[in-house]
DNA sequence: TGTACATCAGTGAACGCGCGTTCACTGATGTAC
DNA sequence: TGTACATCAGTGAACGCGCGTTCACTGATGTAC
């Protein structure tokens, strides 16, 4: 406690006074996040990153090996808040409701609402980042909460194929959604949908009814 | 039939020979569409088009107003494109039936599959083209597809709200559907998924169930 | 049919700009003794 | 506790590059008489 000032920079605290102020790689990653929010995804630079953080333009290497692994790291960041977020639904709700289900989705679409230029750069960055195997893991895990969830409603193993099946179908069309919003934000569609209902509505539809050919 | 070589250069016949070759504006076009599809959206240039189509670099500004004009060009005719496919997609199966509707959604999910960087382009390029009404009303269109082959399959006007809703519905699914397969093709999700029967089912579960709250 | 002229659709050289990245450097920090 | 030193995390200047766009121009085309 008698360190106020110097080091390691307690977050937030006297960003300018340390030399070193230890936040740096975080403060970049919130930085491009902003960027990609207001000029679109492609649309930020290393160079405006660092001028956001108050940094040279140089120091941004100390930290990443090139701008690729930067866009790498927002996206890591970003899926391991949507998976946070997803889970936060699910729990907010009876194991094995439908409600669970739908507070997923629900997640899912407020996310995209919220951050629609980080949402449109983490399903857009396959260019070039096939390999990535982190970011795929995480892909992963958010696929696992809708179909953990879903394996509750039906009471069935995540294994189960028909688990699988809906889990996907569910997550097209609430992805779908997520992006027809953010695109063309109330335009096309004239009828305004209200996303719970919607979301259970859907949910239902595909967990309750005979979908099998 | 006289003129072979000289005027109004017909489409692809020795696109070298003439001064004005009269093509250039689809050429541009068609040169775009390649880079954003190799490239990404974003991963394309003015001066590269212009290469490709073997004119210099301030050839397309006798076309174009600026880069972004190109790139609305580009989706323009994207847009014509695939409402064309939907629709040509419906009018292969028995008006009203469910097949048309699911051959809607199909011709949707060929389109993306076929020009996952167009595809995205189409829909990503709202970043300072809120305006462009004509992109707006295509947009309509293409909704329109999907709309009165629901209005068609339910037996209502296109103008009712469940048909509007239901529509709005596919629409989604398919749309996430397309993306999903695009940015992780063949990964994340382990059941492999055949396109027709899958939109089949979507189609019943979305049109002949109770879906009401 | 022939000629004069306006218009159209290109050329190619040039501009200023911001970017990604490297480089030698330097001041602050952490550690061994 | 004090000192020497390796390491870390920054600086700032510089590089080469490709881009978007403009400009004065020129050759080909279409049209009026």
Redesign the pocket.
């Known amino acids: 406690m008698p360190d106020e000032t ?3 920079a307690p977050p937030g605290v006297t960003p300018k006074a ?7 790689r975080a403060q970049l990653i919130a930085a491009v996040r902003e960027l990609v929010e207001t000029h679109g995804p492609d649309g ?8 956001r953080a ?10 990443f090996k ?3 692994e930067i866009l790498r790291g927002v996206v890591s960041e970003a899926m391991d808040r949507l998976r946070v977020a997803m889970e936060a639904g699910a729990a907010a709700h009876p194991v094995g409701s439908l409600e669970a289900v739908a507070a997923v989705g629900q997640a899912y679409v407020a996310f995209a609402k919220g951050e629609p230029g980080v949402f449109r750069l983490v399903f857009g960055l396959t260019e070039g980042h096939e390999d990535a195997p982190d970011l795929l893991a995480k892909g992963e895990g958010c696929f696992g909460v809708v179909v953990r969830a879903v394996a509750a409603c039906l009471d069935l193993p995540p294994g189960d194929p028909d688990v699988q099946r809906r889990a996907y179908m569910l997550w097209s069309f609430v992805h779908g959604h997520s992006f027809l919003h953010i695109d063309m934000k109330t335009k096309v569609t004239t009828a305004r949908i209200d996303d719970w209902d919607y979301l259970m509505g859907i949910s239902r539809a595909i967990l309750m009814d005979a979908t099998r050919a």
């Open positions: 110097p080091p390691l340390a030399y070193h102020h230890g936040d740096l930020f630079s290393v160079a405006e990153a660092a001028r108050g940094v040279s333009s140089a120091a941004p290497y100390k930290h090139d701008r690729q």
